[in-house]
């Protein structure tokens, strides 16, 4: 987190040790933000969990659950990463988790430029509904049963490297198009997945009349039976070695 780069000392550390981290992170939080005009009398502040933002404008509401739920990719709760600001700009409180603490800092000289801009909250949420419609668009819903062995189309996102989508090939195309794609090889539940590239997934996207974009996604072939298919589609497994 950049609010943490340059020998900036914490305000505060909260050990890693010990139980209900997330509430203890959120109270050390609270007493700095309230102490340094982070939160304004109504409970308004900013966040991002990215110095780049965007800026969120938000007000508590109840008890808090940032540290629980802002955290760093993977991590479990209380591992927090996260940034808020005053709404005039003037001060920001970072929260972010070191090696054996999650520290909490108070910056106000970094502040030299006018305050962000109100974010524009109608485009914000057009670019969420965006990002959901394509993610329905390359990650539809679950394989549905019955469910028989046979030749998968797998398509892993080359950032998160999770499973997005999981196609099943019909018989009567996996007979006519592999062969120039594998070769002489022979369906089986033991070999690995086979890759393809972006040509030919292009390719067989097109055949298939499915959408392809190998400049977010990976693809895969495989031959599954009808178990592994279902683990896989439940699971939306994550191939880490596949894409390295």
């Given at each position: 987190?950049?609010?943490?780069?340059?020998?900036?000392e914490?305000?505060?550390?909260v050990?890693l040790?010990?139980?209900t981290?997330?509430?203890?992170?959120d109270?050390?939080?609270?007493?700095?933000a309230?102490?340094?005009?982070v939160v304004?009398a109504e409970?308004?502040f900013?966040?991002?969990?990215?110095?780049e933002?965007p800026?969120?404008?938000?007000?508590i509401?109840g008890?808090l659950?940032?540290?629980?739920h802002?955290v760093?990719?993977n991590?479990?709760?209380?591992?927090?990463?996260?940034?808020?600001?005053?709404l005039?700009?003037s001060?920001m409180c970072?929260v972010t988790?070191e090696?054996?603490?999650?520290?909490?800092?108070v910056?106000?000289?970094?502040?030299?430029?006018p305050?962000?801009?109100?974010?524009?909250?109608?485009?914000f949420?057009a670019a969420?509904?965006?990002?959901q419609?394509?993610e329905?668009?390359?990650?539809?819903?679950r394989?549905?049963?019955?469910?028989?062995?046979?030749?998968?189309?797998?398509?892993?996102?080359?950032?998160?490297?999770n499973?997005?989508?999981?196609?099943?090939i019909?018989?009567?195309f996996?007979?006519?198009l592999?062969?120039?794609?594998?070769?002489?090889?022979?369906p089986s539940?033991?070999?690995?997945p086979?890759r393809?590239?972006?040509s030919?997934a292009?390719?067989l996207?097109?055949?298939l009349?499915?959408?392809?974009?190998?400049?977010?996604?990976g693809?895969?072939l495989?031959?599954?039976n009808?178990?592994?298919?279902?683990?896989q589609?439940?699971?939306?497994?994550?191939?880490p070695?596949?894409l390295?």
């Amino acid at each position: 987190m950049g609010i943490t780069i340059g020998g900036t000392e914490p305000a505060a550390k909260v050990p890693l040790a010990g139980p209900t981290l997330s509430a203890r992170v959120d109270s050390a939080w609270f007493q700095l933000a309230r102490e340094h005009q982070v939160v304004d009398a109504e409970g308004r502040f900013l966040i991002t969990t990215t110095m780049e933002g965007p800026w969120v404008p938000v007000r508590i509401h109840g008890a808090l659950h940032m540290a629980e739920h802002l955290v760093g990719r993977n991590a479990p709760p209380g591992h927090a990463e996260f940034v808020t600001m005053a709404l005039d700009g003037s001060v920001m409180c970072g929260v972010t988790t070191e090696e054996y603490d999650v520290w909490l800092v108070v910056d106000r000289e970094r502040i030299k430029t006018p305050p962000p801009p109100p974010p524009d909250v109608e485009a914000f949420r057009a670019a969420t509904r965006r990002k959901q419609e394509l993610e329905k668009r390359y990650a539809p819903e679950r394989l549905e049963e019955p469910l028989d062995d046979g030749w998968v189309l797998l398509a892993f996102h080359r950032h998160t490297k999770n499973l997005r989508r999981l196609h099943e090939i019909p018989d009567e195309f996996s007979r006519s198009l592999f062969h120039g794609l594998l070769g002489d090889t022979r369906p089986s539940a033991d070999e690995p997945p086979q890759r393809l590239t972006e040509s030919q997934a292009q390719e067989l996207g097109e055949r298939l009349g499915i959408p392809v974009d190998t400049s977010s996604f990976g693809y895969f072939l495989e031959f599954q039976n009808a178990e592994a298919k279902n683990r896989q589609s439940q699971a939306r497994a994550i191939a880490p070695h596949l894409l390295s």
